[in-house]
C-alpha cells in the first residue's frame, strides 16, 4: 500500500524541486483558513473493516478533502479523509477507509494539478489520468447516515457546504492567499523622487525670495 506523505513529495519534487512541501493527515477544522485553498476529492472506491466486529465492506462514495497553502518557497497540505461507520454494530465509531494504490496515484496527481495551477499560476496541464475502475460489485444504496463526509457536509449525497457552493472540486479560501509568490523587493520609487525634487525646487525658491526681501529692506 502506498504511503500518501512520500507519494506526494515525490510527485510534486518532479515539478518544484527546489520548494519545500508537506503533507499531513491532520485536518480537523473544515473551514479554510485566510489564505489557503481547499480541494476535495469525492466519488473513489474504498475498503472499510470495522475495528469492533471485523465487518468488512466496500463503498464508491469515499471523500478526501486537502487544505493547501504556500508561502514563498514552503508549501503545506493538511489532509482529511473521511470515514463510514458500521452498520452492524450498536455503537460504531467511523472507520478509515484503504485505498488502492492507484486511488492514491490519481488522488495525487490531481491534487498536484491544482497546486500549479492555483498556487504557482501556472497554465502547464498535466496529462490526465483514467479514473481507477473497481471490479467489485456495490450492492445497496449510499446510507448517509453512516458517512461521515455526509455528516459535515462534504458528500454529494449529503449537500454541499457553504463555502464550497461555487465548485465541489476547488475552491479558494475568503480572501486571496496571503502570498503565493515571495515578495519582490524593489528599489525606491522614481515618482517619489520627482517629488522630492519639486518640493525641494520650491522651498529653495521661497527662501531665496525671503532673503532677497529681506536684504532689499
Keep these: 500500500m502506498l504511503n500518501w506523505e512520500s507519494e506526494f ?3 510534486i519534487a518532479e515539478y518544484k524541486p527546489w520548494d519545500k512541501w508537506t503533507l499531513t493527515k491532520d485536518l480537523e477544522n ?3 483558513p485566510h489564505g489557503w485553498h481547499c480541494y476535495e476529492q469525492r466519488n473513489l472506491f474504498a475498503r472499510f473493516k ?10 464508491a462514495q469515499a471523500t478526501i478533502v486537502f487544505h493547501v497553502h504556500l508561502d514563498c518557497s514552503s508549501g503545506q497540505v493538511k489532509m482529511r479523509v473521511f470515514g463510514q461507520k458500521c452498520n452492524r454494530c450498536a455503537s460504531p465509531k467511523y472507520e478509515e477507509p484503504s485505498f ?33 475502475v473497481s471490479e467489485d ?7 448517509s447516515e453512516n458517512c461521515e463526509a455526509c455528516k459535515h457536509g462534504f458528500c454529494l449525497r449529503g449537500g454541499t457546504p457553504p463555502f464550497l457552493a461555487h465548485s465541489f472540486q476547488w475552491e479558494k479560501s475568503v ?3 496571503s502570498s503565493l509568490t515571495c515578495p519582490i523587493k524593489r528599489g525606491p520609487n522614481r515618482e517619489s523622487f520627482g517629488e522630492v525634487a519639486c518640493c525641494f525646487i520650491l522651498v529653495s525658491m521661497v527662501m531665496f525670495l525671503l532673503l532677497l526681501s529681506i536684504s532689499r529692506k
Design 9 to 11: 513529495k515525490k510527485k
Design 30 to 32: 473544515s473551514q479554510v
Design 50 to 59: 470495522c475495528s469492533s466486529c471485523s465487518h468488512s465492506w466496500k463503498s
Design 100 to 132: 488502492q494504490d492507484d486511488t492514491v496515484v490519481f488522488v495525487l496527481h490531481n491534487l498536484v494539478h491544482k497546486i500549479l495551477q492555483n498556487c504557482y499560476r501556472e497554465s502547464r496541464v498535466l496529462l490526465p489520468l483514467p479514473p481507477p
Design 137 to 143: 460489485l456495490l450492492e445497496g444504496p449510499h446510507k
Design 175 to 177: 480572501g486571496e492567499p
